[in-house]
Nanobody, 115 residues
Framework: VQLVESGGGLVQAGGSLRLSCAASGSTFSIIHMGWYRQAPGQQREFVARILSGGDTTNYAVSVKGRFTISRGIAKNTMYLQMNSLKPEDTAIYYC?????????WGRGTQVTVSS
């Protein structure tokens, strides 16, 4: 499975961004997909997850109510709509995909929120 993120950038506090993750390869083996982020000097942390059926989602407390995770119609694309962005949301955002045997990761996309 290959994952490619896009949509990051620089935005002012209170603004919005939409991240995309395109999956290719053996996507039939994916159990769920999610977003993680890593700020400078910090560990990578969970942001949001969506199960393959697309009906079940989970969010970190810090983003619940502001971020929305969704899957595309083709199911091989995932999105993260980020609203009311805060400076503390600044990080590299990574797309992940879990299969029965291994977790896959994209290379990440930078999100910078200025105050």
């Amino acid at each position: 499975v290959q994952l490619v993120e896009s949509g990051g950038g620089l935005v002012q506090a209170g603004g919005s961004l939409r991240l995309s993750c395109a999956a290719s390869g053996s996507t039939f083996s994916i159990i769920h997909m999610g977003w993680y982020r890593q700020a400078p000097g910090q560990q990578r942390e969970f942001v949001a997850r969506i199960l393959s059926g697309g009906d079940t989602t989970n969010y970190a407390v810090s983003v619940k109510g502001r971020f929305t995770i969704s899957r595309g119609i083709a199911k091989n694309t995932m999105y993260l709509q980020m609203n009311s962005l805060k400076p503390e949301d600044t990080a590299i955002y990574y797309c992940s995909a879990r299969t029965p045997s291994v977790d896959y990761w994209g290379r990440g996309t930078q999100v910078t929120v200025s105050s």
